[in-house]
């Protein structure tokens, strides 16, 4: 994955820092951090299954997004 946005750079394994078109910085995340970053990011979508009418399933739940809602 290539993204500007650091809030999704928990998720990787590996974060490339480039500066300038050249390699500034590699970090390197643990197995562990990784799966502390999913399991907050799964009770958090998972406080917001009632929204929408959404169901129990991650694959089934649009949680409004899709639809462009936005629910406060």
Known sequence: ???HD?????YANRV???LDGKINKI???SAYSRQQAIYSLKKTTAS???V??????L??????????KYFP
Do not use: C, F, I, W
């Open 27 to 29: 970090e390197e995340h």
């Open 59 to 68: 694959s089934n739940s649009p949680l409004g997004v899709r639809e462009g």
């Open 16 to 18: 490339v820092r480039m």
């Open 48 to 50: 917001y299954r009632h």
């Open 6 to 10: 650091v809030a999704l750079k928990q």
């Open 1 to 3: 994955m290539v993204t």
């Open 52 to 57: 929408a009418g959404a169901d129990a399933t």
